[in-house]
């Protein structure tokens, strides 16, 4: 669809969830990020008006959106950083500090956005962006969900158990599939890794089977997550987890994408030195050598002559 006032500088990506462009307000000049999602967007406009108006932390900002006959597009502020699925992909697993921060910073931004009556829906490691600072943002709220095959909205990735027997989405699912998130970066994608056993709880408790056994909030479960963090980390806990991820996100080649990061490129090894560098530096070594040698004979010789001067040697 053609975006009234704005001219596409770049395509990002494309996919099942739409297509994502890099444009150019035609008034100001900013740039800003506009998703491009399915027809079924109008019905989800009010969500959409919400999330224009939020302006929540933790949440990507949505400066507004437009829709058309063919679908929408939600327009992004855009945002400095590397998806979570980008980080893992790259090191596996997260600090036990790390993965607390990502899940605390989540937490609090869906407290913001259940309490004005708005819905993830679609929560895993690529709506996560992790900034160079190491704090996070949410974004890919579930308006971009692609339909399925019979026009209903697609499964999400991490459906609570509720979910896959036909139960709508609801802020208990949304904290499920955020705490399944967090033991993924606990224990890696395939569970190799063990769950660290004092963080047991706290994923049992988000990820309880029956609604009513998991927190009654986002941001209840943020209190709690903060005690045990604390008992289990010291109180510089929470320090530590922003290090290790602003660590992680510095530490990898820069992205095109102001939104999202590519797979950072294969390390290739060193060069070999050239020849001529490779003969001096061996002559350097011998040279070393000759002198340590000539060392060890002089203090030898020396002490040989001390000896004899005693009469021990004679």
């Known amino acids: 669809m053609t975006l009234a006032g704005y001219e596409e500088i770049t395509e990002l990506c494309a996919g099942a969830r739409g297509r994502v462009v890099l444009a150019r307000h035609l008034a100001s000049g900013e740039q800003a990020v506009v998703r491009h999602v399915a027809a079924r967007f109008d019905e989800l406009r009010g969500e959409a008006?919400?999330?224009?108006?939020?302006?929540?932390?933790?949440?990507?900002?949505?400066?507004?959106?437009?829709?058309?006959?063919?679908?929408?597009?939600?327009?992004?502020?855009?945002?400095?950083?590397?998806?979570?699925?980008?980080?893992?992909?790259?090191?596996?697993?997260?600090?036990?500090?790390?993965?607390?921060?990502?899940?605390?910073?989540?937490?609090?931004?869906?407290?913001?956005?259940?309490?004005?009556?708005?819905?993830?829906?679609?929560?895993?490691?690529?709506?996560?962006?992790?900034?160079?600072?190491?704090?996070?943002?949410?974004?890919?709220?579930?308006?971009?969900?692609?339909?399925?095959?019979?026009?209903?909205?697609?499964?999400?990735?991490?459906?609570?158990?509720?979910?896959?027997?036909?139960?709508?989405?609801?802020?208990?699912?949304?904290v499920y599939a955020a705490t399944a998130v967090f033991a993924e970066c606990l224990t890696g994608d395939g569970g190799d890794r063990p769950l660290p056993e004092e963080l047991r709880p706290l994923v049992r408790r988000g990820m309880a089977a029956r609604p009513e056994d998991r927190p009654g909030s986002a941001l209840e479960f943020a209190a709690e997550l903060e005690e045990t963090a604390v008992a289990a980390y010291g109180p510089d806990w929470e320090r530590l987890g922003t290090v290790a991820l602003a660590g992680a996100v510095t530490g990898m080649p820069p992205a095109p994408d102001p939104v999202r990061a590519a797979s950072p490129p294969a390390v290739s090894a060193p060069p070999p030195p050239a020849p001529e560098a490779a003969r001096r530096g061996r002559l350097s070594r011998l040279g070393g050598l000759r002198t340590l040698v000539a060392v060890l004979v002089g203090v030898l010789v020396g002490l040989a002559a001390a000896l004899l001067g005693t009469g021990v040697l004679t």
Do not use: N
């Open 49 to 174: 008006e919400v999330l224009a108006g939020l302006g929540a932390p933790g949440v990507v900002g949505v400066r507004g959106f437009q829709s058309a006959p063919d679908g929408g597009a939600l327009i992004l502020d855009p945002v400095e950083g590397v998806d979570l699925h980008t980080l893992l992909g790259r090191y596996r697993v997260l600090a036990p500090e790390a993965a607390l921060r990502v899940l605390k910073d989540s937490l609090l931004a869906l407290g913001a956005v259940h309490g004005a009556g708005v819905l993830h829906r679609d929560y895993r490691p690529v709506a996560v962006v992790v900034q160079p600072d190491g704090t996070t943002r949410l974004t890919d709220f579930g308006v971009t969900r692609p339909d399925g095959p019979d026009g209903a909205p697609a499964a999400p990735d991490y459906p609570a158990p509720e979910q896959r027997t036909g139960s709508p989405a609801d802020p208990f699912t949304d």
